[in-house]
C-alpha cells in the first residue's frame, strides 16, 4: 500500500534565537515559532491535506509544534524522533560546533567522545522508527513533527548527499515522502514560512 509521510521541523526557540545548540536539550517556541507553526497549519488546510495519523518527538518543541498543526488530536510521542544528542555541547554557543571537513556530511562520532550521539546512531535510530512507523500504520497520510538534525541525517539514507545539501532544513520545513514497500521516496521540500 502507497502512504505519505510528511515530516517536518519544529517552530524556531529560545535557543535558536539565541543561537545555543539545542538537541537533547530543550526550550520553548517563540512568538515567532508559534507564528511559523500556524504558517505551517494554514499551508496544509490551504492544500487540504488530511492526516489520518500523528507523531512528535518526545521533546515539548515538537509537540508543542504539532498540537498548534493538529489542535485537539491525538498524537504518539516517540523517543526515536528526538533531535540528535550533542552530549557536553547541549546549550552551549552554537560557534563551538566543529566545523565540517571537506567531503564530510555531518559531524560523524565527534560528539560520542564527550556523551552525546555519532551520525550513524542518528541515522539509524530515525529511520528505524519511520520505517517502523509506516509498516505498522495502516493511515495513508501521516505528519510527524522532528528537528533539524535528526531530519538531515534520515534523509541522507534515501537521497543523494548532493541533492541533500541543496534542502534548507528552516524551521517548521516539511519534508514530503512517499513510502511503499519498505522504501521512501523523496517527493519535496516545503518552506511554508518563506512567502
Not at 143 to 160: C, E, N, R, T
Amino acid at each position: 500500500m502507497r502512504k505519505k509521510l510528511y515530516i517536518m521541523r519544529h517552530g524556531q526557540t529560545l535557543f535558536n534565537e539565541k543561537h545555543k545548540i539545542q538537541g537533547a536539550s530543550d526550550s520553548p517556541l517563540t512568538e515567532l515559532g508559534i507564528e511559523q507553526a500556524t504558517m505551517a497549519k494554514e499551508y496544509f488546510d490551504k492544500e487540504n491535506i488530511q492526516f489520518q495519523s500523528l507523531y512528535s518527538s518526545t521533546q515539548e518543541r515538537a509537540s508543542d509544534t504539532l498540537e498548534i498543526i493538529c489542535p485537539n488530536r491525538p498524537y504518539t510521542r516517540l523517543k526515536g524522533l528526538k533531535e540528535w544528542n550533542f552530549g557536553l555541547f547541549e546549550a552551549e554557543n552554537e560557534m563551538l560546533n566543529p566545523p565540517h571537513k571537506e567531503g564530510e556530511t555531518s559531524y560523524g562520532d565527534f560528539f560520542v567522545a564527550y556523551g552525546g550521539e555519532s551520525s550513524v546512531d542518528v541515522q539509524k535510530r530515525m529511520s528505524k522508527t519511520l520505517l517502523n512507523v509506516m509498516n505498522t500504520d495502516d493511515a495513508e497520510t501521516i505528519l510527524a513533527v522532528s528537528h533539524g538534525g535528526a531530519m538531515f541525517m534520515f534523509i541522507q539514507d534515501w537521497l543523494p548527499i548532493k541533492s541533500v545539501q541543496r534542502i534548507k532544513f528552516s524551521n517548521c520545513c516539511i519534508l514530503e515522502f512517499e513510502y511503499e514497500d519498505g522504501q521512501f521516496k523523496f517527493l519535496d521540500v516545503i518552506n511554508p514560512t518563506e512567502k
